[in-house]
Nanobody
Framework: QVQLVESGGGLAQAGGSLKLSCAAS?????????MEWYRQAPGKVRVFLAR???????VYADSVRGRFTISRDAANNTLVLQMNSLEPEDSAVYFC?????????WGQGTQVTVSS
């Protein structure tokens, strides 16, 4: 069973940046047809942020387009979410999700807190 593990969360100031990573416990990160980032704030539903898929341009939610960038880092075999111009409203637990064939995998999440 493949596991996804997020890292890179922490505390940032408004206007600052954080880089999140998502690693697979086995195999290549490129073996996932589609990979996505989500976040969930306290008391709210988990929401989609960004998607990267083979042969397609990345897709972003309106709330993060122009500030966040999703990519795959071949050297480190990770999925990356570069987050710039952070806002207090970006505070949440961030999750990565990956699809391999018909199987779906979630990471356990990493906390991001943005102070004003």
């Amino acid at each position: 069973q493949v596991q996804l593990v997020e890292s890179g969360g922490g505390l940032a100031q408004a206007g600052g940046s954080l880089k999140l990573s998502c690693a697979a416990s086995s195999g290549s990160i490129f073996s996932f047809n589609i990979m996505e980032w989500y976040r969930q704030a306290p008391g709210k539903v988990r929401v989609f942020l960004a998607r990267i898929a083979r042969g397609s341009m990345p897709v972003y939610a309106d709330s993060v387009r122009g500030r966040f960038t999703i990519s795959r880092d071949a050297a480190n075999n990770t999925l990356v979410l570069q987050m710039n111009s952070l806002e207090p409203e970006d505070s949440a637990v961030y999750f990565c999700k990956g699809f391999q064939s018909l199987r779906m995998f979630w990471g356990q999440g990493t906390q991001v807190t943005v102070s004003s």
